[in-house]
């Protein structure tokens, strides 16, 4: 029996009650000619479809009970998975949800925010504003709700959020150990940074087991490891642990796999997608996965790491942006 126990002490709702499958990719071994090549699979959970926003929930949902909220605000694109999995955790624990897009209404927004309106969300459309003043607009709105006699959460805190991911690290080398495999390499997407910091805290904490290696999706490596090092630091300083300084960490920066910038296509995760889907049945999608996948396929399955030692990719989830993703596909049309 797993044990999902946190390492440290923070508010909690739990909202996944197992842990997510650890799988070996058999087929994608033999397609690439070697052993020890595993996937978490944080894309197949219980509720909402899935993805890694999940194990923040349990936080964020954690810290407005704490608070005792009733509504939750938060913000993205249409087709983000952070407003889809917020509006099924929220409704799920009895919280109203709303939603603010920074986008213009149109009928494809509309179509790609559907799944909020299922959960019972309030969707709003922003236009087309930039991250701070979308920001801004969340902070007022929170004021008005607060006027009116509510009481709003805002989600997306980072530090809280990262929590989630720590407890993943926990969950993986348990999985790895129970199923007696070396596991020595964790592959996931370089992004905003709460998920890769959250793993990085967890792996910490259980005395580094795990070399980090981050592929970038989104920001130069500068940037990306600014990002890692202040959530970290807030980690520390949040659950009062001790933990290695982050310049003291096996972190692995993968900076070849971004192509034109985020969210746009490049042939090696076009590849990569494919490879996977044919081989196991596992879809990725452009933005995040795909793109980790082509660094885990080039670095893990070409013979970069010793033999002996595994490697994993922590799937993040997001599939469900591929239904809005054909355009990008050169080789399908
Ligand atoms: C599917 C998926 N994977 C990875 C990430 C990156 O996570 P983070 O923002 O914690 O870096 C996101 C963020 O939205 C996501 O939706």
Redesign the pocket.
């Known amino acids: 029996m797993l044990n999902r126990t946190l390492p440290f002490t923070a508010p909690r709702q739990i909202v996944l009650e197992s842990a997510t499958p650890f799988r070996r990719l058999k087929h994608l071994e033999k397609a690439l000619g070697r052993e020890g090549l595993f996937i978490k699979r944080d894309d197949h959970m219980e509720i909402a479809l899935g993805?890694?926003?999940l194990r923040?929930l349990e936080f964020w949902l954690g810290a407005a009970a704490q608070a005792d909220a009733d509504v939750l605000l938060v913000a993205g694109g249409p087709m983000?998975?952070?407003c889809r999995l917020t509006a099924s955790a929220a409704a799920m624990h009895g919280f109203d949800c709303i939603i603010f897009h920074n986008s213009e209404i149109s009928e494809t927004a509309k179509q790609k925010s559907f799944l909020n309106k299922v959960f019972g969300a309030e969707v709003r459309y922003l236009g087309n504003v930039g991250e701070d003043m979308r920001a801004k607009v969340v902070t007022q709105a929170a004021e008005e709700l607060k006027a009116a006699g509510r009481k709003p959460y805002i989600v997306g805190d980072a530090i809280v959020?990262?929590m989630g991911?720590a407890v993943a690290a926990y969950e993986l080398h348990q999985q790895a150990q129970a199923d007696d495999v070396n596991l020595r390499h964790v592959f996931?997407?370089?992004?905003?940074?709460?998920?890769?910091a959250g793993f990085i805290f967890g792996n910490a904490l259980l005395g580094n087991p795990f070399t980090v290696h981050l592929v970038s999706?989104e920001y130069g490596q500068a940037e990306l490891a600014a990002r890692v090092a202040r959530i970290y630091d807030g980690l520390k300083a949040a659950t009062q642990l001790a933990a290695p300084s982050v310049e003291d960490l096996p972190i692995h920066y993968h900076m070849d796999y971004l192509g034109d910038g985020y969210g746009r296509p490049t042939p090696e995760a076009e590849r990569a997608l494919l490879m996977l889907a044919r081989a196991e049945g596992i879809l990725t999608?452009y933005?995040?996965?795909a793109k980790t996948l082509a660094g885990f396929i080039d670095f893990a399955g070409n013979g970069c790491i010793p033999a002996g030692e595994a490697s994993c990719i922590l799937h993040?989830?997001?599939v469900p942006s591929l239904f809005s993703q054909f355009d990008l596909f050169r080789s399908l049309h």
């Open positions: 993805g890694n926003k923040s983000s998975n952070l959020g990262a991911y996931l997407s370089g992004s905003m940074g709460p998920t890769e999706v999608e933005v995040y996965t993040t989830g997001g």
